[in-house]
């Protein structure tokens, strides 16, 4: 059982940055995607951002495309989510996620989550 354990969370003002980690556990020798969702308020969770095993394709929600960028160090088996000019939308818990290396990827696995929020 993979288990998620995501870092990096806190209160930033909008228009500044976040850098999310996520720390995986797994086995050796297997390919996986990952990536992040997140869930506001009332709202339903979201997938956020997605990358592939190699790191060659990434996916994005629309409303995080130019602000935020999805990276991978498959040797620490880590995952990290870099969150520029962040909005008070952005508010939410970001949970790390993940799943089968297709395109795009298919999430069967989230960590417990980090609270993001942005003030106005």
């Known amino acids: 059982q993979v288990q998620l354990v995501e870092s990096g969370g806190g209160l930033v003002q909008a228009g500044g940055s976040l850098r999310l980690s996520c720390a995986a556990s797994r086995r050796t020798g297997t390919s996986y995607a990952m990536g992040w969702y997140r869930q506001a308020p009332g709202k339903e969770r979201e997938f956020v951002a997605g990358i592939s095993w190699s790191g060659g394709s990434t996916y994005y929600t629309d409303s995080v495309r130019g602000r935020f960028t999805v990276s991978r160090d498959n040797a620490k088996n880590q995952v990290y989510l870099q969150m520029n000019n962040l909005k008070p939308e952005d508010t939410a818990v970001y949970y790390c996620?993940?799943?089968?290396?297709?395109?795009?990827?298919?999430?069967?696995?989230w960590g417990q989550g980090t609270q993001v929020t942005v003030s106005s």
């Open positions: 996620a993940t799943g089968y290396d297709t395109d795009p990827p298919s999430f069967n696995t």
